[in-house]
């Protein structure tokens, strides 16, 4: 068990002692105040002034309140995982609501570029969301160890017209592909590459993926540090040894024909493509929050993995318990999408 850090053991005496309600409420407002996220609204009676002109605050569709998820760029909006997560849990509260449902998604690219909207046309232009504060407010949800359908309740009002979302939470579970599949649909950039791929791959693969962080040195993400380098070569080596256990497994199921192999570390993958019956997707490893490039053509390769492995026989993520690698949500989530068994294998 992982022990408590003394702002989690304030958090849990706060919540036996005045109620999850209250707890969470002021954790969502100490959180949006730590985040800024109310920068930028000006309060003009519900008129917007740039210069000396003058223009009206943008309306909400069809005169219904909407639910806007955010990733502006105002703070750390999470990985891709986190994101597609985050916006389908939005859209599914929206939904259940009769809210109007949006995503305006620019930092660090425009999402539209790579997912377009397939039953829900979810794409807002920055020039109607108000920043009118009397028309529009920033809500927040970040901890998954909170009712987070309450907590979002609790911050909308019937005076604003516009709510714009900062999340990355699950209240999905197993719905997560029911609505994945009504916002999203790979554009024809997206889904170049993914035939592309499956011409290589067949239609008989299963997927592994690999989260090292920065352990390898090669894989800039937040302040994670490198191991030492004795400790590198033996982690690189038990990975390496894991898919050659997968490989050689490989040769004995005919029916399976390759091997997908995802991870975040250039060394790793390098040494993976040389293996047979080995594929793994060409392109840069990058964390989408820790990037600044608004090209979305750099930022495919995640995303073709993400589908690729949707579409995989089984699909597996390596565990080291010595170096304690990450428990990534990325294959999980993707699994989950396809309907995929999934899998960890523990080392």
Known sequence: MIPLTPKEVVIRIARIVLGESRVHDYLIKRGIELRHLQDGYTSENNLNCKGSELSESPKSTANKQQLIFMADGKWMHGGLTDRLRGMASAYKFASERGLNFKIFHESPFL??????????????????????????????????????????????????????????????????????????????????????????????????????????????????????????????????????????????????????????????????????????????????????????????????????????????LYSNAKFKTYPSNFPKYAASLGHVPYEIVRD
């Open 111 to 316: 999402l539209q570029d790579i997912l377009q909207p397939n039953k829900v046309n979810w794409i807002i232009d920055e020039s109607e969301i108000s920043r009118d504060s009397s028309t529009a407010k920033p809500v927040l949800l970040y901890r998954e160890d909170f009712d987070n359908d309450s907590a979002l309740e609790r911050q909308l009002d019937p005076t604003h017209e516009q709510f714009h979302l900062y999340s990355c939470v699950d209240t999905l579970n197993e719905k997560f592909p029911e609505y994945f599949n009504k916002l999203f649909k790979p554009s024809p950039l997206l889904q170049h590459e993914l035939d592309r791929y499956k011409s290589i791959l067949g239609t008989n693969y299963i997927s592994y993926s690999f989260r090292f962080q920065n352990m390898l040195g090669d894989f800039k993400e937040f302040t994670f540090k490198e191991l030492p380098a004795n400790d590198k070569q033996e982690l690189l080596n038990a990975a390496l040894t894991s898919l050659q256990r997968e490989t050689d497994n490989l040769q004995k199921q005919h029916e399976v024909s390759k091997i997908l192999v995802t991870a975040d570390s250039p060394t790793f993958l390098a040494k993976a493509a040389q293996m047979p019956n080995v594929e793994t997707v060409k392109g840069e490893s990058i964390h989408i929050d820790f990037n600044s490039s608004k090209k979305a053509t750099d930022y495919l390769k995640s995303f073709t993995e993400f589908f690729l492995i949707s579409q995989a026989k089984t699909a597996k």
